[in-house]
């Protein structure tokens, strides 16, 4: 990705914030603080590559920051679950032309792809910056994206229903274990494969788009 996209995107997040800080109201004031998690795993992976940092352990340290952060941004597919405290159905079954709940909805699904899409754009960014940096075989990218994407569920999991935001892993690690290892059972692993599939699924198709079959040439 070019300076000029990342540039691009920075500025979207910074006017997209703002927008949200004046149009998102209850019970949508949470996509502020949401967004602005999910756009941290984003800039984080801009400064991430095979070559950068170029200490492995700052470049270390810059990954298990971007971990930490980025289960925010597949997070985000939960939240719309929210579509539903906007009663779209009227009495007569049929959507309603309603501007307060088309506008809830444009700001939820605007934060909601925009932020996974990039976000997971990240993470295969990642998971081919840590195989070039060491000369691995192109297989241990997907290894590795697959591997980060199932830590990204548990990730979800623990926000989603421990409420524990990413600070609080830096603060008070141990907070999450005892209650996380309670919670486990076959909800919470459905749960979690659930999600595993879904990333898994938007990854394969961008990993598609982004990489495309160059040594055929497009048939019309």
């Not at 095979?50 to 700052?58: D, I, T, V």
């Amino acid at each position: 990705m070019s300076k000029l996209h990342k540039w691009q995107i920075r500025i979207f997040y910074i006017i997209w914030m703002l927008i949200l800080v004046y149009f998102a109201k209850p019970p949508f004031t949470f996509l502020l603080l949401n967004t602005f998690l999910a756009f941290i795993p984003i800039e984080l992976s801009f400064h991430i590559d095979s070559n950068k940092p170029k200490s492995s352990f700052l470049f270390w340290i810059l990954i298990i920051i971007w971990m930490l952060f980025y289960p925010n941004t597949p997070y985000l597919l939960t939240d719309l679950f929210h579509l539903s405290l906007l009663n779209p159905y009227g009495a007569d079954g049929l959507l309603r032309l309603n501007n307060f709940m088309w506008l809830n909805f444009t700001l939820l699904i605007i934060s909601t792809f925009v932020s996974v899409l990039i976000g997971m754009w990240g993470l295969i960014k990642v998971a081919k910056s840590i195989t070039d940096r060491y000369k691995l075989n192109k297989f241990y990218s997907y290894v590795i994206a697959i591997i980060l994407t199932i830590l990204s569920s548990i990730g979800i999991f623990i926000g989603r229903f421990l409420r524990i935001h990413t600070v609080y892993l830096f603060l008070t690690p141990t907070i999450f274990i005892k209650p996380f290892l309670n919670m486990l059972g076959k909800d919470a692993f459905l749960f979690m494969a659930v999600l595993t599939f879904i990333q898994l699924i938007i990854l394969w198709f961008l990993h598609i788009i982004s990489h495309p079959n160059n040594n055929k040439k497009e048939t019309s």
